[in-house]
């Protein structure tokens, strides 16, 4: 396990492959269990790195590489994640609560009960991702692309849909009270047992 904090790390020594207590920052490292609180990893290129259980709260992972990166029982909460490729990325159990996933690629994602409450998500592409019985409370996904995401049982209390992509979405059991989703696309999406309370629905119009 690395031991403290990481931070100031170039984007030179990414490219090299930067090592940081016998650890190595390239794609496939073994960084299970790692303390990389607050650490600058800002365009590092970790595609299919184990990141289990990894500490990664407050760091700045803007466009960085993780497509394919084991990233279960992550702690992300706080963390800087725009623009970055986490496509097919594993990131059940993940906290990521307040993180900034701007116009991040999630697509085919795997948040199977991760914690998103607060996450922003605007533009970002959660096409085919599975957010199955995940914490989207008060979430903002203005403008996201959630095209067939699999959101069964997953908690959308208060989230922003505006604009959002649902088209073809699994929303069984989905609860979306008091959800905006003013223009938001739901074309052929499973809306079964949803609740919509008091949600704000594409045309406008509050859900009784």
Do not use: F
């Not at 490219?15 to 490292?29: F, H």
């Not at 609560?97 to 605007?122: I, Q």
């Not at 592409?125 to 067939?148: E, P, Q």
């Amino acid at each position: 396990m690395i031991q403290g904090t990481v931070s100031r790390w170039s984007l030179w020594g990414y490219r090299q492959g930067m090592e940081v207590n016998g650890y190595k920052l390239e794609p496939g490292a073994n960084l299970s269990g790692a303390n990389l609180t607050g650490a600058n990893l800002s365009g590092a290129n970790l595609s299919g790195a184990d990141l289990a259980g990894a500490n990664l709260t407050g760091a700045n992972l803007t466009g960085a590489n993780l497509t394919g990166a084991n990233l279960r029982n992550s702690d992300l909460a706080g963390a800087n994640l725009a623009g970055a490729n986490l496509a097919g990325a594993r990131l059940t159990d993940a906290n990521l609560t307040d993180a900034n996933l701007t116009g991040a690629n999630l697509t085919g994602a795997d948040l199977w009960k991760a914690n998103l409450r607060n996450a922003d998500l605007a533009g970002a592409n959660l096409a085919g991702a599975r957010l199955t019985d995940a914490n989207l409370t008060d979430a903002n996904l203005t403008g996201a692309n959630l095209a067939g995401a699999d959101l069964t049982s997953a908690n959308l209390t208060s989230a922003n849909l505006t604009g959002a992509n649902l088209t073809g979405a699994r929303l069984e059991g989905a609860r979306l009270r008091g959800a905006n989703l003013e223009g938001a696309n739901l074309e052929c999406a499973n809306l079964p047992g949803a609740n919509l309370e008091g949600a704000r629905m594409p045309d406008g119009t509050i859900h009784d």
